[in-house]
């Protein structure tokens, strides 16, 4: 599907913004919730994914018993500190000056503010636009679609020189990843949920929607950076978080 969106501008850099800690029950193991912010030499801001909902930062522990989200795990640290709206302080910017909202898919630690952005249209894989609410979390679809302009995307496309996004459904009906060329760094692969962490690799990413899918676009991504020689920069991965750059720095 050619996408209905075209950035004016080549990325000029990009950052990672920090949504807060969560640990798994499995393992345990302690995870970032990342998101992120590439803005162009055009001065587009693009964001992909807002973390969790507000109310997390409010009262995580009310938030979580609301949800239900204590059978898979716990929020250690999500404040207002870790909002979109700081985290986007920290680069200089305003919500407002977002131009392009990507939606990588739509479980509860990636859209807690996708409605957040009235100027911008969302970007979104047609499958899960095309469910009658968010996937949220565990058949829990307790949002609303936003009243927004969609860019619907149901396979691999380019929405600007140096900025792809691959339609890598597994983790979720409509899991996007994406691929952007910095000035710089070169090769950036977000893989967002597709792989959020290395070792799922070897686990046959168990407990995904769709486990055949996930391995085969797994599978797929990596060849990709491979060939790209890209900087991989995974979903939750426990072992990079610590020591990965994130906003107020830029990857150039």
């Not at 990672?16 to 990342?34: K, N, S």
């Not at 590439?38 to 587009?44: K, R």
């Not at 790209?228 to 020591?243: N, T």
């Amino acid at each position: 599907m050619e996408s209905q969106v075209r950035l004016k501008g080549k990325p000029k850099r990009l950052a990672v913004l920090d949504y807060g800690l969560f640990e798994v029950h499995a393992g345990p193991r302690t995870i970032g919730i990342c998101g992120f912010v590439v803005e162009t030499d055009a001065h587009e801001v693009v964001l992909i994914d807002t973390g969790f909902p507000e109310k997390y930062a409010v009262n995580a522990d009310a938030a979580t018993a609301e949800d239900e989200l204590e059978s898979f795990g716990r929020v250690l640290s999500v404040t207002a500190e870790n909002m979109p709206g700081p985290q986007l302080a920290k680069l200089g910017l305003k919500k407002s000056d977002v131009t392009l909202m990507i939606q990588s898919h739509t479980h509860i630690d990636h859209l807690g503010d996708m409605g957040g952005y009235p100027q911008a249209p969302i970007l979104i894989s047609a499958a899960e636009r095309a469910l009658p609410r968010p996937l949220y979390w565990s058949g829990k679809q307790v949002m609303e679609w936003p009243d927004r302009d969609y860019v619907l995307v149901d396979e691999d496309c380019e929405i600007g020189e140096g900025f792809e996004v691959l339609h890598c459904p597994g983790h979720a009906p409509g899991q996007l990843a994406f691929m952007v060329r910095l000035p710089e760094t070169g090769w950036v692969l977000l893989t967002s949920d597709a792989i959020s962490r290395a070792s799922e690799i070897d686990e046959k990413f168990a407990g995904s929607w769709d486990e055949e899918l996930a391995i085969h676009h797994g599978d797929r991504l990596m060849k990709l950076a491979s060939a790209r020689e890209a900087l991989v920069i995974f979903g939750h991965s426990p072992e990079q978080w610590p020591a990965l750059k994130k906003a107020p720095e830029w990857f150039e």
